[in-house]
């Protein structure tokens, strides 16, 4: 049974008082303090919000790397400390997925240093991470990156097969094709397929899946650009 009301920009959300009180320390300290039936949050999304609640609810943080870093924000504000500990956790663990969120979080926050490192690893353990279920949580913007990125002398990685690279390109569209397909010849286009063999060139006009892709004039123009 909700009894008070938490509001955020032109959202409102009902909630339990005591269950809010019992994560949030300071929401804790403020409401043995007044008593009031709502209150309203600044700076913090009502999205983020969504995340925070259903925490607190059933236990399950629902976060990607593309909200992680707001909702720790969120959680270092209220003082919830168990969605701050399993944000670091996620962040400190010897995983891809640790790779691909500590990129985007660096990506979010504008530290180039950080993003520069959490890409050589992105690129080093490349199978691996495109592999990875929050590669397809990427915006389009760091997956033509990470791509273009793959085709730099200075990356100084070790990137087994090229291919590996059309494939999880092709992945990416593929995962969600009615919103990412505009986005087709942009990110075939940050492939370096002048870096694969003719055999691999060939493999590219007949991929396994996602064959749509590989049909476009653009796409048949990049490749055969790099047979040539």
Known sequence: MTDFVIRVEDYIFHVQKDLIMYHSSILQDFLNQNSISMITLINIEPETLKVILH??????????????????????????????????????????????????????LGVDCAKYDSLLKILSNLERCTAD??????????????????????????????????LAGLKWIDFDREERFQHTILVMGSIPFKKMSHQELLLCLNPPFAKYVAILPGVKAIIHAALS
């Open 55 to 108: 925490y607190m609810y059933t236990s399950h943080l629902k976060i990607n790397c593309q909200n992680m870093t707001e909702v720790y924000r969120a959680a270092g504000s209220l003082r919830i400390k168990e969605i701050m500990a399993k944000c670091i956790q996620i962040m400190r663990s010897k995983t891809s997925s640790a790779d691909i969120y500590k990129y985007t979080t660096a990506w979010t």
């Open 133 to 166: 279920k929050e590669f397809m949580n990427l915006h389009v913007e760091q997956v033509c990156e990470i791509f273009t990125a793959a085709g730099l002398d200075w990356t100084n990685t070790k990137i087994k097969s090229f291919y590996q690279l059309f």
